[in-house]
């Protein structure tokens, strides 16, 4: 039996997966990671690529390693401190190449993906004896063979768990492609429509319209509005998170909207609606403002009808309209249901918010932690980013590694 197995080989994956080595007594086989991809961080290089980020919204000091200022020294050894990008009022940020290089020193300096398990998990049970769980798995190796883990503890670090937001009036519509869910930027197009209003609308509409190749159009049911960052960043202090958060009650509409409230979801850093306003100066780019009514696909051209009833049409229509709520995720229902564990508003998991353990019903702790943007409910606005990783495996950590070997009672 593993001591904790982790759900999940993202950015919060990776991170827990090293702070379990650093800072408890858990030795390297009794921990694993079990992600469906062929090597850690594979599903966030693949949306980076996807919408063609080449910088990080985040600082220098968020990344996928253990010591803060480790991504710089890695810069500075390298003569790459001119990848740490000023930005007016705020911390330098990485290029996208740098983050990844360092990630992958990380993995390779730690040997981490020797503790990678290819599958996907698709249910968690209790074991028979109430000492530990069961990842019901199958493997990504095409076989699709399946393998029963049992573990001690448990980390989901699922991020969003891969389900996108499809606007109803995209629906049966086959051509119409969610920028994260199979488009690829290097296919051709003459005309190209972008739906959305956020930072990965604006970043791969401003990058299609430089290649000079084709015409863009991004369609934003909103003004595009400028933020730094993706919340104030106070809500990386603990104290903040403490004050301001965790003095409503643990899975209440009140968190949810606090949450919601304090994101700068949908919004563009400045730097990127500069270039946004160049493309569209240059005359590759164009912006409309409105909601689509309706798509139709005629003879392989794509048409979009506005509410204003104005009317878009283009060779192809990416959807760059962000995530489906992770709260409301099949999987995530499937666990909280076999293992009798409390949700809250929208379904949000009701944690302990000293541990990051899920409640459950009975008002008992499990051993199944969580971390990303599903424990947005305790860690706070930046639960889902790279901040957020950090705060969480400070607090799981310790927690886990309290429960190293003790005994577990039986249910
Ligand atoms: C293009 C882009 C740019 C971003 N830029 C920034 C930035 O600059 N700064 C910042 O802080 N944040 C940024 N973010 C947010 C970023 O996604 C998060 O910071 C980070 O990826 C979240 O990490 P995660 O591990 O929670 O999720 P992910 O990176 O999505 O990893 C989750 C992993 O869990 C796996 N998984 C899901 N379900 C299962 C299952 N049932 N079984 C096994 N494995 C499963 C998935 O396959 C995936 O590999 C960006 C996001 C995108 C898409």
């Given at each position: 039996m593993f001591e904790c197995a982790i759900v999940g080989g993202g950015i919060h994956g990776t991170y827990v997966c090293q702070r379990l080595l650093e800072d408890t007594t858990l030795e390297r086989d009794e921990v694993l990671v079990v992600d469906p991809h062929e090597r850690l961080l594979e599903s966030f290089r693949r949306k980076a690529r996807a919408c063609e980020m080449d910088e990080l919204r985040s600082t220098f000091v968020h990344h996928v390693g253990t010591e803060p200022f480790g991504l710089e020294s890695f810069a500075e050894g390298r003569g790459r401190t001119d990848e740490l990008l000023p930005t007016p009022g705020y911390p330098q940020r990485p290029t996208l190449s740098l983050f990844l290089d360092y990630a992958d020193y990380v993995i390779e300096g730690n040997d981490l993906d020797s503790l990678h398990r290819q599958a996907s998990v698709d249910a968690i049970c209790r074991t028979e004896h109430g000492d530990g769980l069961v990842l019901e798995t199958t493997a990504a190796d095409g076989a699709g063979s399946s393998e029963a883990i049992r573990t001690r503890n448990c980390v989901l670090a699922i991020g969003h768990g891969g389900r996108y937001r499809k606007p109803a009036w995209a629906d049966g519509v086959d051509s119409i492609t969610h920028v994260w869910d199979g488009f690829d930027p290097e296919t051709p197009a003459e005309e190209t429509i972008v739906v959305g209003g956020g930072i990965t609308a604006a970043q791969l509409a401003t990058c299609l319209a430089e290649r000079e190749r084709e015409a863009v159009?991004?369609?934003?049911?909103?003004?595009?509005?400028?933020?730094?960052?993706?919340?104030?960043?106070?809500?990386?202090?603990?104290?903040?998170?403490?004050?301001?958060?965790?003095?409503?009650?643990?899975?209440?509409?009140?968190?949810?909207?606090?949450?919601?409230?304090?994101?700068?979801?949908?919004?563009?850093?400045?730097?990127?609606?500069?270039?946004?306003?160049?493309?569209?100066?240059?005359?590759?780019l164009s912006i409309r403002y409105g909601d689509v009514r309706s798509a139709r696909d005629v003879d392989g051209q794509m048409r979009l009808l506005l509410e204003t009833g104005g009317c878009l049409s283009a060779d192809r229509v990416v959807l760059a309209t962000g995530f489906a709520p992770v709260f409301e995720h099949?999987?995530?229902?499937?666990?909280?249901?076999?293992?009798?564990?409390?949700r809250g508003y929208r379904g949000m998991p009701v944690l302990d918010d000293?541990?990051?353990?899920?409640?459950?019903?009975d008002g008992g702790e499990s051993s199944l932690f969580v971390t990303g943007v599903l424990a947005a409910g305790t860690i706070g606005p930046f639960a889902g980013n790279i901040a957020g990783a950090r705060r969480a495996a400070d607090r799981l950590t310790d927690a886990i590694a309290a429960s190293?070997?003790?005994?577990?009672?039986?249910?």
């Open positions: 159009t991004l369609c934003s049911r909103h003004e595009l509005e400028t933020a730094t960052s993706e919340a104030d960043p106070r809500w990386i202090n603990w104290n903040h998170i403490e004050n301001h958060l965790h003095r409503q009650p643990a899975g209440s509409q009140d968190r949810y909207e606090i949450v919601r409230t304090a994101r700068n979801d949908a919004t563009v850093p400045q730097t990127l609606l500069e270039r946004l306003e160049s493309a569209v100066d240059d005359g590759p099949p999987f995530v229902d499937r666990v909280a249901d076999e293992l009798d564990l409390e000293e541990t990051l353990a899920w409640s459950r019903t190293d070997r003790l005994p577990l009672a039986a249910d």
